[in-house]
């Protein structure tokens, strides 16, 4: 088999990977959703949990495998890249839609519980390597995350809502096990598929994990902020993507990760990346805090950071 014909398999692979994850992902959600309501899974916390969890499910499967396989520049860029995607360009596409008008509750619980995701990840990769005590705390960090949904979800508090196709208890069971296997499955055929391009194409893994393999693994979250923003619930659309970050940094990375003594953080996956998560939260908190409403012009500015951010990356 010729070089071109196997770099091309290898890129058709890879795009039958991203396709795969998005309708993958929906069977998942539906699959899980229609459990939780059988089980008697309170509406809110279902809500709550299943969004950001099944939706970030192709990050956490890439996550994953990187760390079998070696490769963990593709998992933590994958990640990485896809939460600066979701704070930035998802919210702008949003708010393009439609002006969205936020809950002062989800302002002031998740958008304050990602700035200390931010803070706590940047000081962990501060000196250029993530050990496994730092990834498991991330994890435990997570777990209190959840708690405190729950908590609120049962108190009758502001948790946001999703809604879901109900299918039968056999088909839902079918759905989730398709689910898992089929995105596990696309996982480590993309895993080894972006191994083998960069090295054919002589790229970096962590950039292509930034930026190509990020924006494919958050297209489902992007459907589902959108169309929150066109039905009107703005704090849906905003609170799904601070969700999908906070499940894909402290779940997606610290899980997997601290079942590896240590980790190096290499190049434009290091503090960089992290500065600016943390430059748009700042923006989108000051916007937000004084009038609680995003519009074009923040959308403009979230979509030139996104941008910029790829010339920077890409230097």
Known sequence: MSYEWELGVAVLALVGCFVSFFYLTNVFVSGLGTLAKRFNVPESVA????????SSAPEMSASCFSVLKGHPDIGIGTIVGSAIFNISLLVAFSVWVRKCVLDEKVLKRDGAFYLLVVLVTILGILDGVLTRWE??????????????????AVNGRFVHREEYKYLSMKRAVLYCGLGVVGIALSADVMVRSVVYVTEALGLSESVFSLVVVAVATSIPDLFVSVQAARNGMGSLAVSNALGSNIFDILAGVGLPFSFVAATQIHGSIGLSAFYLLLSVLIFLGVSAFRRRVLGRREAGVLAAVYVSYLFFIWL
């Open 135 to 152: 990834a498991l705390a991330w994890f435990l960090l997570y777990i209190v995350y959840f708690a405190w949904l729950f908590r609120d």
């Open 47 to 54: 809500g709550a949990s299943v969004a950001a969890m099944a």
